[in-house]
C-alpha cells in the first residue's frame, strides 16, 4: 500500500467507528454515508475541459507571448492568483509569504493530521506534533526565511505553546473524524494536482487537502475533496478555493467528485456542497478571468491597471503608498456603525 492510501473496509462493513455524536454527524453530513452517491457525468468533465480550452483560444495569441514571457514558460493558475483577480496592483505586487503565529499553526496542524493519517493514529497526538514539529524545525535551519529558523527562533514557552496548539487541533481532529482502516477508500492527503491546458501553456495547480476515493463499483460518483482550515472562515474566499480544488480534481481524474467540503479543525465542522454542474461551470468562469488577467497584465502600463481596494489590500506590497487602498478605508470607515470604530 503506498504511503498516502488508506483503505476502509469499515465503509462496506458498516464496522466505522461512529461512537461519538460528532464523528456521527460528519459522517452523515460530511461523507454521505449510506447516502446515494449522484451519478459519475464523464461528459460533463469533458465539457468543463472543453470550455476551458474555448475560452483559452479566444486569447490564443496574447497567451502565447505571456506566457513565453512567464517564468517557466507557462502561465501557474493556482488558488492565490485566482484570489487576486481582486485587483491588478496586488496581481502584480503580492506581499511575500511572512511566516506568522497562525500561519506556522495551520503548517503543523495540516502536517499533524497527515503524518496521523499515515500512521493510521498509532501514537499520542502529542508525539506526533512532536515529531512533525521536530522534521520541520531541521528542515532548513540555516535558511533565513524558512519555517525552521522561526521554529527555533521561537522562546521555549511560546513554542511549547504552540506546540499545545496543534496538539489540541489534532486531538479535535481525531475526536470528530472517524478512522479510517485499511479495507476500501483511498485517501490522497496532499498529494499535488496539475492538468495542463493550451499546449502546456497554462497549468492549474493545487494541492488539495484530502482526497478521499471509493472503488467505482457503478456509474456514480465516489470521490469526496476535503479542505481543512484552522483560521478564521472566510465563507467565499473558502467557497472559491475549495470550488477551485473540485475544478482540478474532476479534470485531473477525468470523473466528478459526488462532494466537495470545507473541514474548520479549531470549530469540528464542515460547510459541504454537493456536487452542481452549474457550480463548476461558474469555476471554469473564474479560471478563465485569471488567465485573462495575467495575460492583460503581462504587458498592461501600470496606468492601465484596474485597482479595486478592500480587505485583501494588507497582503499588497502597495498597501502603504497606494490611493485607492487608502480611499477604500476611508469609505469603510463611513460605512462602520457609530462606535465600531476602534482599533
Ligand atoms: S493596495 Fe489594494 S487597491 Fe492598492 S494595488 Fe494593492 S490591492 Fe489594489
Not at 143 to 149: E, T
Not at 231 to 240: L, N, S, V, W
Request: proline letters at 6%.
Amino acid at each position: 500500500m503506498s504511503k498516502d492510501t488508506v483503505a476502509t473496509a469499515a465503509l462496506a462493513t458498516g464496522a466505522l467507528a461512529l461512537d461519538l455524536p460528532a464523528r456521527r454527524r460528519l459522517a452523515e453530513d460530511l461523507l454521505g454515508w449510506g447516502l446515494p452517491r449522484p451519478a459519475d457525468d464523464p461528459a460533463l468533465v469533458g465539457d468543463l475541459r472543453a470550455r476551458l480550452e474555448a475560452g483559452l483560444a479566444e486569447v490564443d495569441g496574447a497567451l502565447s507571448e505571456a506566457a513565453s514571457a512567464a517564468r517557466g514558460g507557462r502561465l501557474l493558475v493556482t488558488k492565490s492568483a485566482l484570489e487576486r483577480l481582486a485587483c491588478d496592483g496586488w496581481q502584480r505586487d503580492p506581499k511575500p509569504y511572512a511566516h506568522s503565529w497562525a500561519n506556522a499553526r495551520g503548517t503543523l496542524t495540516h502536517l499533524a493530521v497527515e503524518q496521523d493519517w499515515h500512521e493510521a493514529r498509532a501514537d499520542t497526538p502529542a508525539a506526533v506534533v512532536g515529531r512533525v514539529w521536530q522534521a520541520e524545525a531541521s528542515r532548513r535551519p540555516g535558511d533565513p526565511a524558512s519555517l525552521s529558523r522561526w521554529l527555533n527562533d521561537l522562546p521555549a514557552a511560546d513554542a511549547q505553546c504552540l506546540r499545545d496548539e496543534v496538539t489540541g487541533l489534532l486531538v479535535g481532529f481525531r475526536e470528530v473524524w472517524p478512522p479510517l482502516p485499511p479495507g476500501s477508500v483511498q485517501a490522497h492527503v496532499e498529494r499535488p494536482v496539475e492538468v495542463r491546458l493550451a499546449g502546456g501553456r497554462v497549468v492549474l495547480r493545487g494541492v488539495p487537502d484530502l482526497v478521499l476515493v471509493s472503488p467505482r463499483r457503478d456509474d456514480r460518483a465516489r470521490t469526496l475533496v476535503v479542505d481543512l482550515k484552522t483560521g478564521r472562515p472566510r465563507a467565499q474566499h473558502d467557497r472559491h478555493e475549495l470550488r477551485f480544488y473540485a475544478l482540478l480534481v474532476a479534470l485531473a481524474a477525468g470523473r466528478l467528485p459526488f462532494r466537495w467540503a470545507t473541514f474548520y479543525v479549531t470549530e469540528g465542522r464542515a460547510e459541504v456542497e454537493s456536487l452542481r454542474a452549474e457550480t463548476l461551470l461558474v469555476t471554469v468562469r473564474r479560471v478563465l478571468d485569471g488567465v485573462a488577467q495575467l495575460v492583460r497584465l503581462a504587458d498592461a502600463p501600470e496606468e492601465d491597471l484596474r485597482l479595486r481596494g478592500g480587505a485583501w489590500c494588507h497582503y499588497c506590497a502597495r498597501e502603504d503608498t497606494c490611493e485607492t487602498a487608502a480611499e477604500a478605508r476611508r469609505q469603510q470607515a463611513l460605512s462602520q456603525p457609530s462606535g465600531m470604530l476602534g482599533p
